[in-house]
């Protein structure tokens, strides 16, 4: 199924972008931390926002430690990605991206699902190499039916 939205952005043009974000999914899901790695910047100021309020990270080594850690006890992770829009500016160096997540992996001996998880972010081009160097993801809420 093709999930990446192109009715605006030349497929070529963005295809390396695309190719960091799914290198970067991919080595969540089989534990390659070296592969992760390299689809970011190691900048001491990039910013990533994780799901939980006390999951922000103004660096490259705090974010680096926390994914280690998630990357290491998560079992049985999957991640399937849908609706990626990509958008480059008009030098063509900056990028940015949306896409949908959907997740399964074993919490404490139990399977968990969550879909529609929300993850955006900014990448440079550096040195002809595309690197991610802000991200965000969300979780989306169900605000409940009060009659």
Known sequence: METLDL?????????????????????????????????????????????????????????????????????????????TRIRLNATENTAWYSQLLDTCFETKGEPTRIEGFRHTGVLEKRDNKWLIVQSHMSIPYTSPNID
């Open 7 to 83: 009715r605006i952005q030349n497929k070529v043009k963005v295809a390396p972008i695309k190719a960091v974000l799914d290198q970067m999914l991919k080595a969540q899901e089989s534990k390659d931390l070296e592969a992760f790695t390299m689809s970011f910047s190691q900048d001491t100021d990039i910013v990533h926002f994780g799901t939980d309020i006390d999951e922000i990270w103004y660096n490259w080594s705090s974010f680096y430690e926390w994914m280690a850690e998630a990357i290491k006890t998560k079992t049985d992770l999957t991640i399937t990605e849908k609706n």
